[in-house]
């Protein structure tokens, strides 16, 4: 009898502890399944195993603070030890040495906006096991996170993302960066998405499907380490803003546009500008008919020395200041196609293009623009030919400055009466020999300093009809106009 009471205790003794293994197994999986997890790896000691993790290396010595209110985790782990998040209910975690942070949360995260934002003690993150398939946006995920060198996307679902915007804007020490695997079906903006990330080398987007982006103003601003950028697969056809799109990608050598659809597009502002190292570009499939400006659009393209914009529509373009600045290696430039009457702004458009041989503006209509430094530096520029009526007016100074090459110049068809400056017009002009300027009506003109100054081949000059009652400058007009000898001049003054 106190043998089997014996074995039946020992069986009731076993029996609880059976079950106590499996209460607390049966916690674990269940507190498992319910807890997604932010984890912040400062050191790869040990690899956490939870099935939500965001893993960082953090600088030592820094902090990383989480500010963004719905992003605020429910429990702090600092080398395994519980930090909770402070009275304001921001977590600062500071690392005196390498270790693991790990940042946990009850509920999977659909807004990743501004996480990061600015934490410049994150130099890794890796996504690779955190659940994203719920998650709509990745705005300014890492913006201005300066130090931040590599991210670890593998696996991530991005099915449902439809903003970028600012994603890795600012991250300055970024190398390279592997999107292979996103998925941007649902992305309708991509604004400032790589902008300043001077450090980038090579970006491969060719995997990209963007049937609904409308928005790629600045998206690869200041990548001026990029040389090589497959974006043949972007569809563009929303976009209206197409503004400084490349610019500052001065490594650049070559770039395929031609699947970019321009048919919405308004705003080309600055949209090659400092592209430094390209040499061709073939723009004739761009559909231009909508675009209202073009300032500086290859602005500093320094290499370029074919351009093809020859189906480009510019009926409806109010601004095209600086829009060949310091195109400096351009010969020539068939500009046939193109309709000014709308531009409002044109100054410094062909300035310092010092390359450009030859040039024929027939169709344009320059009438009622300011065309101040319009070929200043171009000292290679043997010719012009102009339309047959411009009326000019507001300023043209140094219209033709350091133009040493030109030897002749036409501008009897011009109307100067409501010009308002000549400041230096010709000013560097040392290989004109002779300059009819019959038709100079210049009674609205305040300032002439230095008009001719330095057309040291200059021997005949007409400005019969030269008018001064309106001039206050007029210093140093004829300065160093040392081969000068006829002047036909009937001057009316005050």
């Not at 209110?69 to 702090?76: G, Y």
């Not at 955190?130 to 060198?149: E, I, K, P, V």
């Amino acid at each position: 009898m106190l043998k089997n009471k014996s074995i039946n205790n020992f069986r009731t003794i076993q029996s609880f502890k059976y079950n106590i293994i499996i209460f607390f197994f049966s916690y674990f999986i269940l507190i498992s399944s319910i807890s997604p997890v932010i984890s912040g790896k400062i050191h790869n000691k040990r690899k956490l195993k939870t099935k939500y993790t965001i893993n960082l290396k953090v600088i030592p010595g820094q902090k990383v603070k989480i500010v963004n209110s719905w992003l605020i985790p429910n429990r702090t782990y600092v080398n395994g030890i519980i930090s909770s998040p402070d009275s304001s209910g921001y977590v600062n975690i500071e690392a005196k040495e390498y270790g693991d942070v790990t940042l946990e949360y009850d509920e999977k995260i659909i807004n990743f906006e501004k996480i990061f934002q600015k934490l410049d003690s994150i130099i890794e993150v890796d996504f690779s096991n955190f659940d994203t398939s719920q998650t709509t946006s990745f705005r300014g995920m890492f913006m201005n996170c300066g130090n931040l060198r590599y991210v670890n996307f593998t696996n991530v679902n991005t099915s449902l993302i439809n903003n970028m915007t600012s994603l890795f804007e600012g991250c300055t020490s970024l190398k390279s960066i592997d999107l292979s695997n996103f998925n941007t079906s649902n992305v309708y903006c991509m604004d400032y998405m790589f902008k300043g990330c001077n450090h980038l080398t090579s970006l491969n987007l060719s995997n990209f499907e963007t049937p609904k982006l409308s928005k790629i103003k600045e998206m690869f601003l200041g990548c001026e380490l990029l040389t090589f950028l497959d974006i043949s697969n972007l569809s563009t056809t929303l976009v209206v803003d197409f503004s400084y799109l490349f610019s500052g990608c001065r490594l650049l050598t070559s770039l395929d546009l031609n699947n970019f659809n321009t048919t919405h597009s308004r705003i080309m502002k600055g949209m090659f500008e400092h592209c430094s190292s390209i040499k061709i570009l073939d723009l004739s499939n761009f559909d231009t008919s909508s675009v209202t400006d073009m300032s500086d659009m290859f602005f500093k393209c320094e290499s370029l020395t074919s351009l093809n914009i020859s189906n480009f529509d510019t009926s409806k373009v109010n601004n095209m200041e600086n829009m060949f600045n310091n195109c400096i290696s351009l010969i020539s430039l068939d500009l046939s196609s193109f309709k000014i009457s709308n531009v409002e702004k044109i100054s410094k458009f062909f300035f310092y293009c010092y390359s450009l041989v030859s040039i024929d503006l027939s169709n344009f209509d320059l009438s009622g623009k300011d065309l101040d430094y319009f070929f200043s530096g171009c000292n290679s520029l043997e010719s012009v030919k102009f339309s047959s009526n411009n009326k000019l007016k507001g300023k043209i100074d140094n219209m033709f400055e350091g133009c040493s090459s030109l030897k002749q110049l036409n501008l009897l068809n011009f109307d100067f009466k409501s010009v308002k400056s000549m400041n230096c017009l010709f000013y560097g002009c040392s290989s004109l020999t002779s300059l009819d300027l019959y038709n100079f009506n210049t009674e609205s003109v305040t300032n002439m300093i230095y008009m001719f100054g330095n057309c040291e081949s200059l021997t005949i000059l007409n400005i019969s009809k030269l008018n001064t009652s309106s001039v206050i400058l007029i210093n140093s007009m004829f300065a160093n106009c040392i081969s000068l000898r006829v002047i036909k001049l009937l001057l009316i003054t005050k």
